[in-house]
C-alpha cells in the first residue's frame, strides 16, 4: 500500500488512520507536535457534545457515522460515547418554528426526533426554568463524545495494527518532486510519502502555506466555562465528568450545556469574535496538561457575563452556583461554516481534511479514507470540498470576514436564501450597471451579485393575466421573493427575457489532447458533431454524478466547456495536467475565462424576432444545440442556442469589454417584442417546470444517471468513458430510486428545499429543488423517491410541521405547453 504521512493526532488525525487501516492499507505514519498523551489541539479539551441534526446531509451523515463509530469503540466494556440524547430549547415563537424546520431536516437525513411542549422539556429537563421554554427539540440519538479518550483507544487500536506514531515532532516542510509529494520534513527529520493528509486542525493554514496552498478556515477563540459542584447533579452522576441529562442547546442565547459530574459545563457564542493566529501560540511544550495547552487561552470573564445572566435565568439552580474555572479554547471556522476536505489542486499526492468538528470527524476519516482507496467518499462532498471556494474567496480578507461572521451567526435562524450583508460587490458583471438601471435586487452567491428579480418590471404587474398570478406566499417563504417573479416568468414563456449568465463557468479546453480528455471524462460523444454543442456528465468511477457540462468543439483543438461549480473546474484542471505530463504531445490546457468573458440568455418565443431584428441571420438559424461564433451588431459573440429555461433562444457570449453593448444591443432591438430584464427567481420556476436539474441539488455524486432521470445523456454505444464500468447493468427501470416531480396538491403550500416527504407515513426521500410552477399555477418539487413509489401516488411534505399533500408526476411538465401569447 502506498506510504501515508498524517499530520496531526487529533479527533481527526487518529480516526483516519484508523479508517485506513480498516481498509487494508499498512504504511501509515502519525506525525504530532505534541506529546500523544493530550497533544494538545482543540480534541484536547473539546467537551465533545455531539448534535447530529444540520441543514447539509452531508455533514448530518458524517454526525451519524460518528456517533456509530464512537458507540463501537470500547475498552473495558466502555465506549466513547455517552448516549444522553440532545434537546434544543426554544424561548422565542421565531425558534420554535426554527426547530419544527429542523426536525425536518433530521427526517430528512433519518434522524429520529420529536418536537417536545413545554410540559415534556420539563419532564424530560427539570432544572429548565418553566417561564422561559415555550418547547423543544429532543433528538435520542445525540449525546456527548468522549473525545480525548476516543483518541488514545484509536492510537491504540492503529499502533497495533502496525501504524507508527511520532510524538514532539513538528512538520515544517512538505517534500515535492515533479508535482507530487515525496515526503515531509520534521524536526527529527524527513519522513518519505505517496501521500500526506494534513490533519492538523486550525494549524491548517500554516502547513498549506508550506504547499502555497491557501487554507481558508480562521482559528477563533470560544469560551467555555465549568461551574462550581451542585448537589441536584452529585447523586445522579458518579464519575466526574459523567452526565445523565440531555446535552442542551439554547440557541436564542448563542448557548449550550452539559454536565461533568456534579458541574455543569457551558459554552458560549455570543461573545465578540476573537481571531487568533496558529503560528503566534509558539510550540506545543513537552507537557500539556488540562490547563496548559496551544489551543487554550486565558479567559476573559467580561465576555462572558451575558452568558452567566442568561443561563441563570435558564437554569435557574445555577443561581447557587458560580464560574470557577473557564477558558478561551481555538478552533476552526469557514467562510461557510463547512470543513475543508479534499486535494491539493496542483500539488498530487497532498490532501487535508481541517476545520472538522468532533461531530463530524469520524464521518470526516470515513470520507478522506474512501477517497484515497477507491478514487471516491460513497458520501458527496461538495458541501465541504476544498475546491467549492473560488479565488476571491482566499483572500486573508475574506476569510477573516466571513468567518467571524460564521462564529456569529452559528446558532441563528438564517433563511436558505438569505444572502452575506457583507462583503458585497466583489464580482459584479459587465451589465451591472444596467441592472441597477433597472431596480436589480441582487443576492449574492459564490462572491457574484446575481438578480434576484428586477423592480423595474413591478409596472407589468397589472397586466399580469389571471392565470399567471401567484398565490399568497406564508412569510417564510415570501423572504427574498416577490410578485415581480411571476412577471418575468410570464413574459419569459410568452415573449422574451434577458438573463445574466455570467456567473456560470465557462472553461476553454485547449490542445491536442483536449478532445481525447473529454471523450474519456463524459458520458457522450462530444466529438460527434462538430456544429452542435453536447450536454453531458462528468460521472466518477462508481457511476455517481460530478456534475452536467456543455461542450461546444470550436475547433479540433479548441473546445468552450460551460460547468457549473468550482468542484467540476478543479476536476478538469487536475485530469488536463495529469493527462499532460503522462502523454507530453497530446497535452491538454483548461483555462478558467469566466471572468473575462460574459453571458446573456434570450429566451422566450419572440427571442429570434429579436435576434433577427439585430440581423444576426446565422444566429437566428441555429438548430436546438447549435452555435456558432458571429458578430451581434459589431459584437463578437459565441452563441450556443441552448436554455435553461425551456424556451426558444440562445446564450451568447461575449468577451466583458463588449458586456455592456452586447446588453444595450439586445435590450434595444427586444423593446418591440416586450423584452424584459429577468432573475433567478424566474429561472428556477420555469427550469423546474421543464424537468432540468440543478447539480448539487437535483443530482450529486450520490445519484447515477439514471436515477436523476438523464440516463438519456449516457452513449451506451461509447467505447469507454469515466464511470462506464459501473453503469453496466444499470437503466431507469432498474433505478430503485428515480427523481421525481411532486405537485402540491393545494396549489398554495410553498415549500423551499430540504423537507422530508413521506409515504403512507415513512419518509422516503426528500425536496432536492422547489418552485413555485407559474406555468400551472401550483408549487412543484422535486424528491428521490423509490421506484415502487408510482405516477399518481400521493406523498405528504413536512413544512414546519404541518403536514402538506402531494401527487407524483412521472416526468416534469414538459407536456404542459408553453402559452404563447404576443404580448
Ligand atoms: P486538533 O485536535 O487540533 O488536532 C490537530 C493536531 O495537529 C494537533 O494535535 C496539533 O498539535 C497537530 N499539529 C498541528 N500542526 C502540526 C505540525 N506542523 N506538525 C505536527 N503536528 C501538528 N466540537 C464538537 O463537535 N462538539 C463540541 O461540543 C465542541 N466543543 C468545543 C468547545 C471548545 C471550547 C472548542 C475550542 C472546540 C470545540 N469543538 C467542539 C470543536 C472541536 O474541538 C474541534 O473542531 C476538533 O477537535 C478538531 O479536531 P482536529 O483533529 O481537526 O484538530
Given amino acids: 500500500s502506498p506510504r501515508v504521512v498524517i499530520i496531526g493526532a487529533g479527533i481527526v488525525g487518529t480516526n483516519l488512520a484508523d479508517e485506513l487501516v480498516s481498509r487494508g492499507w499498512n504504511d501509515i505514519t502519525v506525525v504530532e507536535q505534541g506529546p500523544l498523551g493530550m497533544p494538545g489541539g482543540s480534541t484536547s479539551h473539546a467537551p465533545g457534545l455531539v448534535f447530529q441534526t444540520n441543514s447539509s446531509k452531508t455533514m448530518s451523515d458524517f454526525a451519524r457515522y460518528t456517533v456509530s463509530k464512537l458507540l463501537s469503540l470500547k475498552e473495558d466494556g466502555q465506549s466513547c460515547f455517552n448516549q444522553v440524547g440532545g434537546l434544543e430549547v426554544a424561548t422565542t415563537p421565531e425558534r420554535l418554528e426554527e426547530l419544527k424546520r429542523k426536525r425536518g431536516w433530521a427526517s430528512s437525513w433519518k434522524i429520529e426526533t420529536r418536537i417536545l411542549s413545554t410540559d415534556e422539556c420539563l419532564e ?166 488540562e490547563e496548559h495547552m496551544p489551543s487554550r487561552l486565558e479567559f476573559t470573564p467580561e465576555d462572558f457575563q451575558p452568558a452567566w445572566e442568561a443561563s441563570q435565568k435558564l437554569l435557574p439552580i445555577l443561581r447557587d452556583a458560580e464560574i470557577t474555572d473557564g477558558f478561551n479554547g481555538i478552533f476552526s471556522f469557514t467562510p461557510d461554516g463547512g470543513p475543508i476536505v479534499g486535494q491539493h489542486p496542483t500539488l498530487d ?17 470515513k470520507a478522506v479514507a474512501e477517497l484515497l482507496t477507491s478514487g471516491r467518499s460513497e458520501t458527496d462532498l461538495a458541501d465541504c470540498d476544498l475546491a467549492r471556494f473560488e479565488e476571491v474567496q482566499l483572500a486573508p480578507a475574506y476569510v477573516s470576514e466571513t468567518s467571524q461572521q460564521n462564529f456569529v451567526e452559528v446558532y441563528d435562524i438564517l433563511h436558505p436564501m438569505q444572502p452575506k450583508a457583507s462583503p458585497r460587490d466583489l464580482r459584479v458583471t459587465p451589465f451591472h450597471a444596467r441592472q441597477q438601471e433597472l431596480g436589480a435586487v441582487f443576492l449574492e452567491s459564490r462572491a457574484w451579485e446575481r438578480p434576484q428579480w428586477f423592480e423595474a418590471n413591478a409596472e407589468l404587474l397589472d397586466d399580469l393575466p389571471d392565470q399567471w398570478r401567484p398565490v399568497d406566499r406564508d412569510v417564510w417563504s415570501a423572504r427574498f421573493h416577490s410578485l415581480i417573479v411571476a412577471v418575468e416568468a410570464w413574459k419569459t414563456r410568452t415573449a422574451v427575457a434577458m438573463y445574466d449568465m455570467t456567473p456560470l463557468k465557462r472553461l476553454e479546453v485547449h490542445g491536442p489532447g483536449a478532445g481525447e480528455m473529454l471523450q474519456r471524462l463524459t458520458t457522450s460523444d462530444v466529438l460527434a458533431n462538430s456544429k452542435l454543442a453536447t450536454y453531458t456528465l462528468l460521472l466518477d468511477n462508481k457511476g455517481g ?34 493527462q499532460s505530463r503522462r502523454d507530453g504531445p497530446r497535452w491538454v490546457q483548461v483555462r478558467d475565462v469566466t471572468g473575462g468573458t460574459c453571458s446573456i440568455g434570450l429566451w422566450g418565443p419572440l427571442a429570434v424576432e429579436v435576434m433577427k431584428a439585430t440581423n444576426s441571420i446565422d444566429i437566428a438559424g441555429l438548430p436546438q444545440h447549435g452555435f456558432c461564433e458571429a458578430f451581434i451588431s459589431g459584437v463578437p459573440v459565441l452563441a450556443i442556442r441552448l436554455s435553461h429555461v425551456g424556451e426558444l433562444g440562445w446564450e451568447i457570449y461575449t468577451s466583458a469589454e463588449f458586456g455592456q453593448r452586447l446588453w444595450d444591443v439586445l435590450w434595444a432591438a427586444g423593446q418591440s417584442y416586450g423584452v424584459v430584464a429577468a432573475g433567478r427567481g424566474a429561472m428556477n420556476s420555469l427550469r423546474m417546470e421543464k424537468g432540468f436539474r440543478d447539480w448539487g441539488s437535483d ?125
Fill in 124 to 289: 424530560m429537563y427539570p432544572l429548565l426554568d418553566r417561564d422561559s421554554v415555550l418547547g423543544g427539540l429532543h433528538i435520542p440519538t445525540d449525546g456527548l463524545a468522549l473525545a480525548a479518550r476516543a483518541v488514545q483507544l484509536l492510537i491504540k487500536r492503529t499502533t497495533k495494527a502496525g501504524v507508527r506514531y511520532l510524538e514532539m515532532t513538528p512538520v515544517t516542510d512538505i517534500e515535492r518532486s515533479g508535482g507530487r509529494v515525496t515526503g515531509v520534513t520534521t524536526s527529527k527529520g524527513s519522513i518519505p510519502a505517496d501521500i500526506v493528509v494534513s490533519c492538523a486542525g486550525f494549524w491548517g493554514v500554516e502547513i498549506g502555506a508550506m504547499v502555497g496552498l491557501p487554507i481558508p478556515l480562521l482559528p477563533l477563540a470560544h469560551q467555555y466555562v465549568k461551574t462550581s459542584s451542585l448537589q441536584v447533579l452529585a447523586a445522579p452522576n458518579k464519575a466526574s465528568n459523567g452526565a445523565h441529562l440531555p446535552i442542551l442547546r439554547h440557541q436564542d442565547q448563542d448557548l449550550y450545556y452539559r454536565e461533568h459530574g456534579d458541574r455543569y459545563g457551558i459554552g458560549y457564542y455570543g461573545h465578540r469574535p476573537m481571531p487568533v493566529v496558529a503560528a503566534s501560540l509558539g510550540n506545543t511544550p513537552e507537557n500539556v496538561s
Fill in 545 to 578: 454524478i460530478r456534475s452536467d457540462v456543455m461542450v461546444a468543439r470550436l475547433d479540433d483543438e479548441s473546445f468552450h466547456v460551460g460547468v457549473f461549480s468550482p468542484v467540476a473546474m478543479d476536476y478538469l484542471l487536475r485530469e488536463a495536467r495529469q
Fill in 699 to 823: 443530482m450529486t455524486t450520490e445519484h447515477d444517471p439514471y436515477e436523476a432521470g438523464l440516463g438519456h445523456l449516457v452513449d451506451v454505444t461509447k467505447q469507454s468513458f469515466v464511470g462506464k464500468e459501473a453503469l453496466v447493468g444499470r437503466s431507469e427501470r432498474t433505478s430503485s430510486r428515480r427523481l421525481r416531480t411532486l405537485t402540491i396538491d393545494d396549489g398554495k403550500s410553498m415549500v423551499l428545499g430540504k423537507e422530508p416527504v413521506f409515504h403512507e407515513g415513512r419518509p422516503v426521500g426528500y425536496v432536492t429543488s422547489a418552485a413555485f410552477a407559474y406555468t400551472i399555477r401550483k408549487p412543484i418539487a422535486y424528491a428521490h423517491l423509490p421506484g415502487h413509489i408510482l405516477n399518481g401516488a400521493f406523498v405528504e411534505l413536512e413544512y414546519f410541521g404541518r403536514l402538506i399533500w402531494a401527487t407524483v408526476t412521472d416526468n416534469p411538465l414538459t407536456n404542459v405547453p408553453a402559452r404563447r401569447e404576443r404580448p
Fill in 349 to 365: 499526492g497532498f490532501y487535508v481534511a481541517e476545520a472538522v468538528w468532533v461531530t463530524h470527524s469520524a464521518g470526516v476519516a
